[in-house]
């Protein structure tokens, strides 16, 4: 029997309910007006009233109204039909809805009930099963996709049967499990899971040690992430958070991407399902779309379900994970999810943190990054969720309480700097204020020196020094005048510009230029230091700026041009005659 | 709005604020319109049967016993044919002195379009100024502001943008507005022959600033119903959108809320979203775009009004006067479109990209070594080219009163570069330099 209530006061979309029955913290329950039933969530409740937060704008609720509370918290529906989907925060299929607006209530399922998915069965009767294991494998898109023993049952199970490789539909009962007092508890191919709960169906979850490649160099070359990773990316606006991170979401070595475009633009959305499914994944050679699952939940969209999309988001990457496979998810904007909490907290009148925000908010931005994570499964394979968020700093201030609760949980900072954007030097990640803690990591040092090259780490700290270096000279060259320094600072400061224009700045809109493999990353790297290291000779600091605008301009033809290809090797050539002309022999 | 049978008429209020009353009554719907008084009022707030009305025009002279009437609707307009040519107050009455609009009645800021049936925009605004078509090219559907100082043209340069830009449809929505600025707006509309296509909803510095609140919904509702209905372009113009936030603060004040940033509201970000992102291309052809003005303080971008705008909408536009020419430029550092990557090279020639970013680059050196000349050390040849550039550059593209077609900017422009500069200072692809870079044969 449901617990019952009706409306006693409402408050933009907070509403105050009287019950007849127990209900529980984040419990959903639905009001039930004439025309439509509402989504609501409990967030608060004082003896006999109960506030909730209504999915939904509350226009012509009246007092009296019914509420239904549905026993359960917000759910995830986890099956095969996830990839490629476009859902709203709450996992509704946004394609199912008819017409062009959003009508409040039109809640569509989040998979396709009827379609046949050819089932392969992994497990065999009589195997001891627990929760995560994999009973048997569905092709989604070309992913397997990995059919688990639901992940809410615990202890140990034994399998009874197990339906043969054939076609079934989602709801299909595929297995049957027996517990340890012999009950029978049919699977089938869908199952559910709270959102705010983190699926811990693992066995150890040790720290990150692959690295990740995006294509981008300056996270690669300079603050790599590594599998199961956390970064983010704040920065004002116009300074290019969203194009860096659809370049991730385009580029990055991952089976699946995940978008959570929380509160933020609907045109940027909009752009991802325009072109996702004409562009081709580099490594698959299939199209985007293929891998990518989008939560939209875009600034017009009810501002309660912003949090709920990135809880959404993220317990489908766990779901994935468990099936061994590497998840990026990228979220934009965490800020929008935070603000969202402090219109809440505002109007329950709770006291308020600093700049209005909820206290626990460090908590909760804390709990959620930690989420994210390489992990061992029990079968012996591996999986992760590397989560990348964006923060959208009021007045681009980083001392506000978003940015500094993140920095706390988050280990990659790729600060964004004004500066660069107004000079349009994209991507504007400042490289020397950002930082990768991975590359302290012994186990990713190890894992690069094997995989990737012996020096890449060493390249990393130096092209760092060289950038510090560079902006220092620059700054001396300032103070005292072009002539009033050695030439040495200037070759020192152009130095760094080689390395500025040629391995940070990345035009995101040409097509070859857009993405640089790990080696390709590593020649160029090879070929900026082989500059830094040469000894040249110049009389006065007016031969500097044009020679090395002549270094740069044809190392951004290499960029520009295929790896290896003719034009590459054309204007590597005239590189080397450039520095032939200058350098000092010893 | 007047009385109608079986309506109930309240008359008991029991508090009043200078913005609200409160009264104890049932059925009633959360966001409905009432009349105290004669005066329009809304439902913000419904504890049990105790019921707190926002009144727009203020509460000065509500006695306890007013006539309170619950209208049973959100806001509504009454959309139509009819609409073009007319001007409205903030509750969509004619102000005109024109008759009532024939049409059926909707209620304002309503549903938000679904994103999967969003259409990606990819038409291009030709607005004949190349501070904006060459540098920051606007796209129908997007939402774009001027970021100006109060004693800026902002108005000026926004009327000749929307009447340039060849819209089938232009909806003024005027916040605040001095009586001055709106008669602005209806002569240089008539004296275009313009005035047909135009839609207003106009609440001047006269009229009680809480009104304000309803205008860009109006405007809005009015865009909606020819972008859906008739499939038309439709551009809508907002000005100013920092007076339409502080109507929030005063409000969100007087409801006790505790404010964040800048004394705003904690939800500004979500209130102003809500408006600019109607800002839509619908797949059947029909656009809404919102060019908005927010009146900065002293060029401050970081109050939380132009901070949450940059947010939300797709770029913004600076204006700035430049003193070496002595005419308005929009400024091609602050400013920036985020829509222009759908069309520049797509729909204009593969050159436009590079050929801009090549400009603004070189744009930006003059800046540096106008400082070094500030700080009185000696320019290199180069800084002088430099310098030279960004004159030229300023005069003959970032001046507001170019009006010139986009190729002719595009070509304007590596004149202005070959002139000053060698070939590997611009650092263009090769290939384009060699297709459009050459345009003296040389």
């Known amino acids: ?586 | 709005m007047g009385t109608t049978a079986f309506q109930k008429i309240h008359t008991k209020i029991e508090h009043i604020t200078k913005a609200t009353c409160s009264l104890r009554a049932e059925g009633v719907g959360y966001e409905e319109m009432a009349s105290v008084d004669g005066r329009l009022a809304q439902v913000v707030k419904i504890e049990g049967d105790l019921i707190t009305l926002q009144i727009f025009s203020g509460t000065e002279g509500i006695s306890t016993d007013a006539e309170v009437i619950f209208l049973g609707h959100a806001p509504k307009l009454t959309v139509g044919e009819e609409l073009s040519g007319r001007f409205f107050n903030a509750y969509g009455e004619p102000i005109d002195g024109g008759p009532d609009v024939d049409g059926k009645e909707i209620e304002i800021g309503g549903p938000s379009v679904n994103p999967v049936r969003r259409e990606q925009p990819s038409e291009l605004i030709a607005t004949g100024i190349a501070g904006i078509d060459l540098n920051n090219t606007l796209v129908t559907g997007q939402k774009i502001p001027f970021f100006a100082d109060p004693d800026q043209p902002f108005n000026q340069v926004m009327a000749m943008v929307a009447l340039r830009a060849k819209a089938d449809k232009i909806v003024l929505g005027g916040m605040g507005l001095t009586n001055d600025d709106y008669l602005f707006f209806k002569n240089v509309f008539e004296n275009a022959g313009a005035l047909d296509r135009i839609t207003s909803f106009v609440n001047t510095t006269d009229d009680p600033p809480v009104e304000r609140l309803l205008v860009p919904d109006m405007a809005l509702t009015a865009a909606e119903y020819f972008a859906v209905e008739e499939n038309k372009n439709v551009l809508v113009l907002l000005t100013d959108m920092t007076l339409y936030a502080d109507a929030l603060s005063i409000v969100s004040n007087r409801m006790d809320q505790i404010p964040s940033k800048d004394s705003m509201p904690g939800s500004l970000y979500s209130d102003l979203a809500r408006l600019y992102e109607k800002a839509v291309q619908f797949p059947e052809g029909g656009s809404i775009t919102i060019i908005a003005v927010t009146t900065l303080s002293g060029g401050d971008i970081t109050h939380a009004i132009p901070d949450n705008t940059g947010y939300i909408t797709e770029g913004q536009l600076f204006l700035r006067r430049d003193t070496d020419i002595g005419k308005v430029i929009i400024d091609p550092f602050r400013s920036l479109s985020r829509l222009k990557q759908l069309v520049i090279g797509k729909k204009t020639r593969e050159d436009h990209p590079q050929v801009m970013n090549a400009s603004i680059r070189l744009y930006a050196d003059a800046a540096n070594a106008k400082t070094k000349l500030e700080n009185g050390f000696d320019l290199t040849d180069y800084d002088e080219r430099t310098i030279k550039f960004a004159k030229n550059y300023s005069e003959k593209l970032l001046a507001i009163d170019i009006n010139i077609d986009i190729d002719e900017m595009t070509n304007t422009a590596w004149d202005l570069l070959n002139s000053h500069f060698s070939v590997s200072e611009i650092g263009i692809k090769a290939e384009l330099v060699e297709k459009y870079g050459n345009r003296n044969g040389n």
């Not at chain 1, 590359?439 to 092209?463: C, G, H, M, R, T």
Request: hydrophobic residues 40%.
């Open chain 1, 1 to 586: 029997m449901n617990t019952k209530g009706k409306v006693v006061g409402i408050i933009a979309n907070l509403v105050t309910v009287k019950v007849d029955g127990p209900v529980s913290q984040n419990e959903i329950c639905y009001i039930h007006t004439n025309e439509v039933k509402l989504m609501a969530e409990v967030i608060r409740i004082s003896k006999e009233n109960t506030y909730i937060q209504v999915f939904e704008s509350t226009r012509g609720l009246k007092p009296g109204t019914e509420v239904v509370f549905t026993g359960h918290m917000l759910e995830a529906t986890l099956g095969p039909g996830i990839l490629s989907k476009i859902y709203d925060g709450l996992q509704h299929d946004l394609n199912k809805m008819e017409g062009v607006m959003l009508q409040k209530g039109d809640y569509t399922s989040a998979l396709d009930d009827d379609k046949l998915w050819e089932f392969t069965p992994i497990a065999k009767e009589g195997d001891a099963v627990v929760a995560a294991s994999w009973l048997g494998e569905v092709k989604e898109n070309w992913m397997p996709h990995k059919i688990m023993v639901p992940f809410k049952l615990e202890g140990s199970y034994t399998v009874k049967s197990i339906v043969a490789k054939g076609e079934y539909k989602i709801n299909d009962t595929i297995a049957v499990l027996l517990d340890a007092d012999g009950n029978e508890i049919p699977v089938c191919m869908v199952q559910k899971w709270p959102v705010k709960l983190p699926i811990k169906s693992y066995s150890e979850k040790p720290r990150p040690f692959k690295l990740m490649e995006t294509g981008v160099r300056v996270i690669d070359s300079l603050n790599p992430i590594v599998e199961g990773g956390t970064g983010f990316i704040p920065g004002p606006f116009g300074t290019g958070k969203t194009v860096l991170q659809h370049a991730l979401s385009k580029q990055a070595d991952a089976d699946m991407i995940i978008v959570a475009a929380c509160g933020e633009r609907a045109n940027e959305v909009v752009e991802i399902f325009a072109e996702f499914p004409e562009l081709e994944d580099p490594r698959s050679g299939r199209k985007l779309m293929e891998r990518t699952t989008i939560i939209a939940n875009t600034s017009n969209m009810p501002v309660a379900a912003r949090e709920a999309s990135v809880y959404t988001a993220m317990t489908i990457a766990e779901y994935y994970r468990s099936m061994g496979l590497k998840i990026l998810l990228l979220a934009d904007s965490t800020s929008r999810w935070a603000q969202a909490l402090r219109e809440m907290s505002n109007r329950m009148e709770e006291l308020p943190g600093p700049d209005a925000f909820p206290m626990d908010l460090p908590a909760i931005i804390s709990n959620f990054y930690a989420r994210a994570g390489f992990v061992f499964l029990n079968n012996g394979n591996s999986g992760s969720v590397t989560f990348v968020g964006t923060v959208s700093p009021a007045g681009g201030n980083l001392k506000e309480p978003v940015t500094e609760s993140t920095k706390k949980a988050a280990r990659c900072f790729y600060a964004l700097s004004q500066e660069r954007a107004d000079r349009k030097r994209y991507p504007a990640i400042d490289a020397v204020d950002s930082y990768s803690k991975y590359i302290e990591y012994p186990e990713l040092q190890d894992f690069i020196k094997e995989n990737v090259s012996p020096e890449w780490v060493d390249n990393i700290l130096l092209a760092k020094n060289i950038l510090i270096k560079g902006r220092e000279a620059y700054e001396q060259i300032n103070i005292l005048g072009d002539d009033g320094v050695p030439v040495d600072y200037h070759e020192e400061f152009w130095k760094s510009e080689v390395i500025d224009f040629v391995i940070l700045q990345q035009d995101a809109f040409d097509k070859i230029d857009a993405s640089s493999s790990i080696e390709r990353q590593q020649y160029m790297m090879k070929k900026v230091l082989g500059v830094y290291h040469a000894k040249f000779n110049f009389e006065t600091f007016e031969e500097v700026n044009p020679y090395f605008k002549r270094i740069i301009n044809v190392c951004k033809q290499m960029n520009y041009s295929e790896f290896k290809s003719e034009s590459f090797q054309k204007s590597e050539k005239e590189l080397e005659e450039i520095i032939s002309e200058k350098i000092m022999m010893n």
